[in-house]
Nanobody
């Protein structure tokens, strides 16, 4: 099985930046397709960004495209989410997710493994 741990959340002001990290253990990181999801209170969990096993394919939600960048370092079993120009509507718990299929996926039901989540709060 796979364990995922997110780090890097916090409280920031609108316009600030944060960098989230997700570290995987229990399986070779290069065998996993990865994604970031987020969930605000009373809202459905939504995809933020996704990445294929090699990082050659990426996907971004329209609400974050141009502001967020996803990357992965397979040698360190780590995925990152660089978040710039943060807005109050970005406030949510951010989750790292993984699946053992080669292709990018965008739905919560497509992912097998989840981290514990890290809180991101953006004040105005």
């Amino acid at each position: 099985q796979v364990q995922l741990v997110e780090l890097g959340g916090g409280l920031v002001q609108a316009g600030d930046s944060l960098r989230l990290s997700c570290t995987a253990s229990g399986r070779a990181f290069s065998s996993l397709s990865m994604a970031w999801f987020r969930q605000a209170p009373g809202k459905e969990r939504e995809v933020v960004a996704a990445m294929s096993r090699t990082g050659s394919s990426t996907y971004y939600a329209t609400s974050v495209k141009g502001r967020f960048t996803v990357s992965r370092d397979n040698a360190k079993n780590t995925m990152h989410l660089q978040m710039n120009s943060l807005k109050p509507e970005d406030t949510a718990v951010y989750y790292c997710a993984a699946r053992s299929m080669v292709y990018i996926a965008y739905d919560v039901n497509d992912y097998d493994y989840w981290g514990q989540g890290t809180q991101v709060t953006v004040s105005s």
